[in-house]
Every structure is written in structure tokens, then in C-alpha cells.
């Protein structure tokens, strides 16, 4: 889905604090995704939690691959940075 062949990703992120995951909304055939909307989540986390881990998706009929991902320490950010 590079946009060579006018197949262009359907992308989507997910986000995973231990096991609570949550997802936005998919964005159809964009390179270049901005997600507007559906992007803010709320995760509660105890002492075992340390890290939050997002991956990009581009969505497909019947398996969907994997773009990208991060992982960032909780700690190390400050809670006005979360938002």
C-alpha cells in the first residue's frame, strides 16, 4: 500500500497499557493520516503498568499489517504531556 499502484494505506493506531488496548477510527486511503477525532483515550494504571505501546495498522479484508511502533515509558512523561 504504497500509493505506486494507487493502492494507498487504511490506516489505524492501537494503544495498549498492559492488557487494556483501545484503537482509532480507521482512515481510508491516506498516507498521511490525521486523526481529528477518536484519539484520546483513558487508561487507569496501577504500579505494574510502565509503558504505553502504539502501533500503526493498515487495515485489509482479511489481515490486517502492521506499519509501525513505539513504545514510550510512563515515567518519563509528565501528565500535561499525555494529553
Known amino acids: 500500500d504504497s500509493g505506486l ?3 494507498v ?3 489505524f493506531v ?3 497499557v498492559g492488557q487494556a488496548e483501545k484503537r482509532t477510527p480507521t482512515i481510508d486511503n491516506d498516507l498521511n493520516p490525521k486523526w481529528e477525532e477518536g484519539n484520546q483515550f483513558t487508561f487507569v494504571l496501577d504500579d505494574s503498568e510502565t509503558a ?3 502501533e ?3 487495515s ?3 489481515k490486517d499489517d502492521s ?3 513505539a513504545s514510550v515509558d510512563i515515567h518519563d512523561l509528565e501528565p500535561e504531556e499525555w494529553c
Do not use: A, E, M, R
Open 60 to 62: 485489509n479484508n482479511f
Open 67 to 69: 506499519l509501525g511502533h
Open 5 to 7: 499502484f494507487g493502492d
Open 9 to 11: 494505506s487504511d490506516p
Open 14 to 16: 492501537k494503544v495498549k
Open 52 to 54: 504505553i505501546h502504539v
Open 56 to 58: 500503526v495498522w493498515n
